[in-house]
């Protein structure tokens, strides 16, 4: 195996998704005596958390020089593949291919998501810039179908990496009430303006309105009591207070870190969602999955995990999560099926013992 790789991942920011997936790829290098230095938007915080070699995503001349360095380039993993969030994200993500082209850096993607790719000026991207890889793992059908029917080579359908995160089933909670988790988010920044330049979009008084009336619904029909988990504690918990302000029930909000992140989950029954990783991690800790209308990749977990998920609208929620918390039965079957596929996006990192 190779000895050093330079992480090219969305790493450092406050999306505990992105860190979920990061803490697992690093684990998975780890094991394999892999050291990895990793471009972040928070080199401290990355450094400290991770006890890795960080320095800034923006310090373009570092990164050269940490690939002249190193043994390869993982790209990877998560949503990379996507410009629902703006049309200059795609360009950044990418360059770091070409870096590594120009420095004939081998390089693999590694469980990616390509569900969020919107534009043909978006996929003619992706399909400029995936060459010379060794292999590329993807998390999706849809994602695997995106990137072949760019005549992209060697890709393989595997899984989320956080479909392989160790779940810690001796984490005992506080309560022993039964949950409905509530992951909600305001909507996409408006995609002609960078994300960290262009203004925060906020979701509208009607919508808040709306979504309060179905989650007070849920809670009348079920019983549940109401936990709403911010997978983006800067950008979902202020959403997450206006929406708790609205509710006729009471109800609590949790705003955790990546250490406290799983915890959330416990005695939660179902989850209802704009987040994709709070849908997987509530599966992982047997709740039922209610995918409410944000993004393509969000409508990838539906099929995959069978009768316990379902797609909704606030104004139908009541009966869709009534509907998947009694489909729970092949639940266990279906999480054991992803953690298999998720495995085989080590065949891909695996790939990189033939060129050491």
């Keep these: 195996m190779i000895d050093r790789a330079v992480i090219g991942a969305w790493v450092g920011s406050s999306n505990l998704g992105d860190e979920l997936i990061f803490s697992i790829l690093l684990r998975l290098l780890e094991e394999r005596g892999v050291e990895a230095i990793v471009p972040s938007v928070d080199p401290s915080k990355t450094k400290a958390n991770f006890d890795v070699n960080s320095f800034s995503h923006l310090n373009f001349p570092k990164l050269k020089n940490q690939m002249t360095n190193s043994d390869a380039l993982i790209f990877g993993g998560g949503g990379l593949l996507q410009d629902e969030t703006g049309m200059w994200n795609l360009p950044f993500h990418l360059s770091r291919i070409s870096a590594a082209r120009k420095q004939n850096l081998p390089w693999i993607g590694v469980a990616l998501g390509a569900s969020g790719l919107t534009s043909k000026r978006a996929l003619k991207q992706v399909s400029s810039k995936f060459k010379d890889h060794l292999g590329v793992s993807v998390r999706d059908e849809n994602s695997a179908q995106i990137l072949e029917s760019l005549d992209i080579p060697n890709v393989v359908r595997a899984a989320d990496l956080g479909w392989l995160w160790d ?43 709306a979504l309060a009336a179905s989650i007070d619904a849920v809670a009348i029909s079920t019983g549940l009591k109401i936990r709403f988990i911010s997978l983006n504690t800067d950008e979902d918990a202020l959403l997450h207070h206006r929406v708790a302000d609205r509710l006729k029930v009471n109800s609590e909000i949790l705003n955790p870190d990546l250490n406290t992140f799983e915890q959330c989950f416990h005695n939660v029954e179902a989850v209802v969602t704009m987040r994709y990783h709070s849908g997987l991690m509530g599966a992982l800790k047997g709740a039922a999955v209610v995918c409410l209308p944000f993004s393509r990749k969000l409508d990838s977990l539906v099929p995959v995990l069978g009768s316990a998920a379902s797609k909704s609208t606030p104004h139908d929620l009541a009966s869709v999560v009534e509907k998947v918390l009694a489909g729970r039965s092949e639940l266990t079957e279906r999480v054991e099926e992803l953690r298999t596929h998720s495995y085989k996006n080590i065949q891909v990192i695996e790939l990189l013992d033939g060129i050491k």
């Design 167 to 209: 779940v810690n089933e001796n984490i005992r909670s506080a309560s022993s009430s039964s949950f409905l988790g509530v992951s909600l988010r305001n909507p996409q920044t408006a995609r002609f303006l960078p994300a960290a330049v262009g203004p925060k979009a906020s979701s509208s008084e009607e919508t808040m309105d």
